[in-house]
């Protein structure tokens, strides 16, 4: 197992890719701290990995308030043995508008998770690594590197937290701190699957180079690579999974 005596930290954690992360972390030996507002959901994954011979502890936080990061980082320092050595800083929304229509509101409800809150999250998870060491993985998109209609707020927050890592990565190596994103592309999930069945879901996924859509666990080596010592000369990285949709024609 890559990531056995290592504690891992997924925010996002009570669906989607951060549960998928959270399991896959655990079945390689981590000490995993899942974190998200869904308390129930969380308890319900603690449950399953702990059924499956892994380490989990639930604890609540909602990336958007500082206060709700710092109380959260509290109770981590308290109740998890080892030092915090991984952060999957996953927490995020998506929302679909025309930029015309967009209100302030509406902007500030993307930015502030996807950007703020994981600056917050990596600023804390870096204090608690600094005199050990460890690595921080944030999760982009290929939107943070090419955009499509309707989703400027996304693709801004997502552009900024490329550049993000760049930054911490430059600044947090004098720590022994890696910082690098993946960025995946069209991931299928239980949120996603109605509209990719629909025509405009199949157009968008002829567009890809595969042809394909992703799976999540398309994700499973690249996450892996980041969160373990294999990658350990590899700092202000964007690892793209996108079946080639970034290399895709105009």
């Not at 955009?147 to 911490?168: D, E, M, N, R």
């Amino acid at each position: 197992m890559q990531l056995e005596g290592k504690t891992a930290l997924v925010t996002g954690a009570s669906s989607g890719l951060g549960r998928h992360f959270a399991r896959l972390l655990a079945r390689e030996g981590a000490s995993v701290v899942v974190a998200a507002r869904r308390v129930d959901a969380l308890a319900a994954l603690a449950d399953e990995i702990g059924q499956q011979g892994g380490t989990c502890i639930p604890v609540a936080m909602d990336v958007t308030d500082p206060d709700a990061v710092a109380t959260a980082f509290q109770q981590i320092e308290r109740d998890v043995a080892a030092p915090l050595s991984i952060l999957v800083n996953n927490a995020g929304v998506a929302q679909t508008r025309a930029a015309l229509d967009l209100s302030a509101s509406e902007w500030a409800q993307v930015l502030q998770p996807n950007l703020t809150g994981a600056f917050l999250v990596a600023q804390l998870a870096a204090r608690m690594m600094r005199n050990g060491g460890g690595t921080i993985v944030n999760v982009a998109s290929i939107l943070g590197e090419r955009v499509s209609k309707g989703l400027a707020a996304y693709a801004v927050s997502k552009a900024g937290l490329i550049q993000l890592t760049k930054a911490l990565a430059l600044e947090w190596a004098a720590f022994d701190i890696r910082v690098n994103a993946l960025a995946p592309g069209y991931i299928e999930t239980d949120l996603n699957r109605d509209f990719f069945a629909s025509d405009a879901g199949q157009r968008l996924i002829s567009r890809i180079p595969q042809k394909r859509l992703g799976q999540m666990d398309d994700l499973d080596g690249p996450l892996l690579l980041l969160c373990s010592d294999q990658s350990r000369y590899m700092t202000g990285s964007v690892i793209a999974v996108d079946g080639g949709h970034l290399v895709s024609g105009l």
